[in-house]
């Protein structure tokens, strides 16, 4: 094996290793709440892949997605998944806000929602949201289904 050779595979295994690392250093949260017959259930997870061959989600549509190597990276991955009758909604008109809430009180960031479903599940596994990036601290974020009042969640990232 080449010097130049060498020092690729090992760039790309330290390229490797780092991404992963930080992919478990996100923390998850879920809260479910349900209006009428509609479940929402606001998940915050580690950034996903959505392309390459170990992408984790499939886009259907939507916002473009926010890929893991967009500036800033995104480090959370910011979903709603919505149920009418235990059945996901695959139609949705979805919109995400959230602001941080610590140390001060900050302004409603519109997150770019895609519409996607985990790769190789199937629609049945239908949410909505997009990759982000956000600090330690507290936030809410609001989900709202089409022209229905939004449903507000408060979440704390330690991590």
Not at 62 to 91: I, R
């Amino acid at each position: 094996m080449t010097k130049k050779n060498l020092l690729t595979v090992t760039m790309i295994f330290s390229l490797t290793f780092l991404f992963s690392t930080n992919l478990v250093k996100a923390q998850e949260i879920s809260q479910t709440k349900t209006v009428g017959k509609v479940m929402i259930t606001m998940k915050v997870l580690p950034a996903e892949a959505f392309k390459g061959p170990n992408a984790e989600m499939t886009w259907d549509s939507g916002a473009d997605p926010d890929y893991l190597q967009s500036s800033p990276k995104p480090n959370h991955h910011l979903v709603a998944f919505v149920k009418n009758d235990g059945k996901p909604v695959e139609d949705a008109m979805v919109s995400i806000s959230y602001r941080e809430l610590s140390p001060k009180k900050g302004d409603w960031m519109t997150l770019p929602v895609a519409r996607m479903h985990v790769s190789g599940k199937g629609m049945e596994t239908t949410h909505y949201g997009n990759n982000l990036s956000l600090a330690k601290g507290d936030y809410e974020a609001r989900v709202t289904i089409k022209d229905n009042p939004a449903v507000l969640f408060k979440f704390s990232l330690s991590k």
